[in-house]
């Protein structure tokens, strides 16, 4: 007497049966199904699905692409003026910035989690007041320290960034971090990204003919020293935070919501 062959498992819920199991419920909520109830094989319900249309709307909805919509028009704007005038030597930094700007909701549809609202504009403030302003608009042939404070404001930014990605990182894998890994990788991300925009910087100057070294040694090092006490500002109010200091930048970093709501685990029968 042969018994019938059992069914395939669902890949979908198997996956989120092990995740409920042993790990982040949230965690296996946001990477399961939740629009619909289709049955698999067998007459197994499978867990639901998330709609990508639903995390696209929920972007849209959110209040920080308001600030984007603005922000991309005033790019657009000048790339415009620029083709309109032929002017193509002027539409390079505006084209990039159009694509540097939609960085902030690539993050979040990344990590699945929600940027407060004034780290998104912190992030464009920077992306005016460095590439456009201090590029596109000369204010760096007029005042060259005016480098300083956006090397400064940058490091500030890596740093709030990593403090971001290291809360939802926690909170989605059920971690505590010592407080001194905290502050040491805020430090590290910070001082990385300042040698990183250096060399960056270097390879500009010496294969694209750009002049963004031109006052030679004491301009990068300094460039460099701005953009690590940037981030060791950020560090030090961390350090401040966990010891009982209160923060609402640190709070509204480390407490982000996820862009769609966590759906419960499936009772069981």
């Known amino acids: 007497m042969h018994s019938d062959p059992a069914p395939e498992e669902d890949p979908a819920e198997t996956a989120g049966s092990r995740s409920q199991t042993g790990g982040n419920p949230e965690h296996a909520a946001v990477g399961t199904p939740v629009s619909g109830n289709r049955t698999g094989m067998g007459g197994r319900a499978a867990a639901p699905a998330l709609p990508f249309r639903s995390v696209i709307r929920s972007v849209l909805d959110a209040p920080a692409t308001r600030m984007l919509v603005l922000v991309e028009v005033f790019f657009l704007g000048f790339l415009a003026v620029a083709a309109l005038t032929q002017t193509w030597s002027d539409a390079g930094v505006p084209a990039m910035l159009i694509g540097a700007a939609l960085i902030p909701s690539a993050v979040e549809l990344a990590f699945n989690s929600r940027c407060p609202r004034w780290l998104h504009g912190c992030y464009f403030v920077f992306l005016l007041a460095g590439p456009f302003v201090g590029t596109q608009m000369e204010l760096y042939a007029f005042w060259t320290l005016w480098d300083k404070p956006v090397h400064a404001f940058s490091g500030a930014l890596v740093g709030w960034a990593t403090v971001f990605a290291l809360g939802v990182a926690c909170r989605r894998k059920q971690l505590a971090l010592p407080p001194f ?73 480390l407490r982000s919501r996820d862009i769609i709501p966590s759906v419960p685990p499936p009772e069981r029968p």
Do not use: H, K
């Open 181 to 253: 890994l905290m502050v040491a990788g805020v430090v590290s991300c910070g001082g990385f990204v300042a040698a990183t925009w250096e060399i960056a910087e270097f390879i500009s100057d010496r294969f694209l003919g750009t002049r963004a070294q031109n006052a030679g040694l004491v301009d990068t090092v300094t460039d460099m020293m701005c953009g690590i006490l940037g981030g060791i500002a950020v560090a030090v109010v961390v350090g401040l935070y966990f010891r009982g200091r209160p923060s609402a930048v640190i709070s509204s970093l």
